[in-house]
């Protein structure tokens, strides 16, 4: 397994403190990189942990903040807070920004090479950056089939690759459709899978008030409706994830 060191770095964006988790491989060369998006309830240990798995598989990655620290266990005060980011593309793109000119600084980063990732609100923001023109290698997004402005997904430089469960009431089948029409109205590189029988965030497992996994399972999402785990979903989704960023930014061995 290869060594990762992690830290955390502060940055502004969205008036706010924001405090993303970075994590790199060992060596002093430049690497490819990785934008990794959080829910909407923001940055915890287990989207953390996504960043430090890309870093053994030899990516720098990046899982970057959205809430300025905090992470919302209460799903009305999560809402409060997303509605009106997800409403309002000019401050998804600052969001996205901010935290991509930190990846970019870093110098162990090659700025050419750069995907973003992201879930929930997270892919959202990935999906803006794309519809803002940036050179990414690849978007991939789960539970974040968003559409954009009219017409600018022709912006898009990328494949874009997204995942959704198909009982997701979040993300509709009208939602769907939508998006994939967005994306073939514009001439994307895009797939769109959808994992029978999953909710929204299915690739999430329930959490305790900490935002620490449960070791029940019997907090968290469980008590929001149309939200719900599915391990064997998650699990294909992290690899589809995986195989994206094999295909659209390899690592060199």
Known sequence: MTEV??????????????VGHLAQPAGVGRRPAVLIGPEGT?????????????????????AFDIHGGRWFS???EMLARCMPLLADPDRMRDIGHAALDVLRAEPRTDPDRIAAIGYGTGGAIGLELGRDGVDLRAIGTINAVTTGRP????????????GVGSEDPIMPPAQRDAFAAEMQAAGVDWRLV????????????????????SA??????ALVPGVGYHPRHAQRAWRDVVELLAECLPVAT
């Open 5 to 18: 060191t992690t830290r955390s770095v502060e940055y502004p964006a969205d008036g706010l403190t924001m």
């Open 42 to 62: 923001g940055l915890n240990d287990f989207q953390r942990r996504r960043a430090d798995a890309l870093a053994e598989l030899g990516y720098v990655a990046l």
């Open 74 to 76: 209460d799903p009305e």
């Open 151 to 162: 017409g600018e997904a022709a912006h898009i430089r990328c494949p874009v690759w997204a």
């Open 194 to 213: 959808v994992y029978g029988g999953a909710l929204h965030a299915f690739h999430h497992p329930p959490t305790d008030p900490d935002g620490t996994v």
């Open 216 to 221: 029940d399972g019997t907090y968290g999402q």
